[in-house]
C-alpha cells in the first residue's frame, strides 16, 4: 500500500503542466537581454527549468511581497534596492527563505527547484552564476508577476 501511495505520488508530481499568466513575447525578449538594472537598483532573476513538477505552480515571494507564482520553464525579473534582502518560495508546510544581499548596477540569478515532499511536492531556491542564469533563463519565458495563490507567512 505504500508503495501505491508513493508512486502515485511522483505521478502526480511529474504528469501534468501548470501554467500562469505571461507577458508578451516583447517583454520577455527585453528581460532576456539581461541590461543593467536602473540606476541604484538591482535585477533580480528567479527561473524555474527543473522537470520535476511539472504539474506543480509554486508563489515566490521578496521581502514578504509577491513577485509571482512560477510554473515549469517560466522565470520572473524584479528591482530591488541594494542590500540584504529574503527570497522565498513556497514549499510543502512553509516558506522557504534564501537571505541574499544584492548590489546596485547588478543582476542575480536564482533557480526555483521542486522537490519530493510527504505530502505534495515543494520548492527550494539557490543562487546561480551569472553564466549559469543567462543560459538557462535564454530558453525560458516571462511570466506575469504579482498574482500568488497565497499569502507570505513565516
Not at 502526480?12 to 520577455?28: D, I, P, Q, R, T
Not at 521542486?114 to 519565458?141: F, R, W
Request: glycine share 10%; with cysteine; charged share 25%.
Amino acid at each position: 500500500m505504500k508503495k501505491l501511495a508513493s508512486s502515485m505520488i511522483v505521478i502526480a508530481l511529474l504528469a501534468g503542466c501548470a501554467s500562469v499568466k505571461m507577458e508578451s513575447k516583447e517583454a520577455s525578449a527585453k528581460a532576456k537581454q539581461f541590461a543593467a538594472p536602473p540606476a541604484g537598483m538591482a535585477g533580480i532573476y528567479v527561473y524555474r527549468d527543473s522537470f520535476v513538477g511539472k504539474a506543480l505552480k509554486k508563489d515566490v515571494w521578496l521581502d514578504g511581497k509577491c513577485v509571482g507564482e512560477s510554473a515549469p520553464d517560466t522565470f520572473f525579473y524584479t528591482e530591488a534596492s541594494p542590500g540584504k534582502h529574503t527570497l522565498s518560495t513556497e514549499s510543502e508546510f512553509s516558506p522557504n527563505d534564501l537571505a541574499i544581499m544584492v548590489e546596485a548596477g547588478k543582476n542575480y540569478f536564482y533557480r526555483q527547484f521542486i522537490k519530493l515532499g510527504l505530502v505534495k511536492g515543494g520548492a527550494n531556491l539557490e543562487a546561480m552564476t551569472d553564466e549559469q542564469g543567462k543560459v538557462a533563463v535564454a530558453k525560458l519565458e516571462l511570466a506575469s508577476g504579482g498574482a500568488c495563490s497565497g499569502t507570505y507567512s513565516k
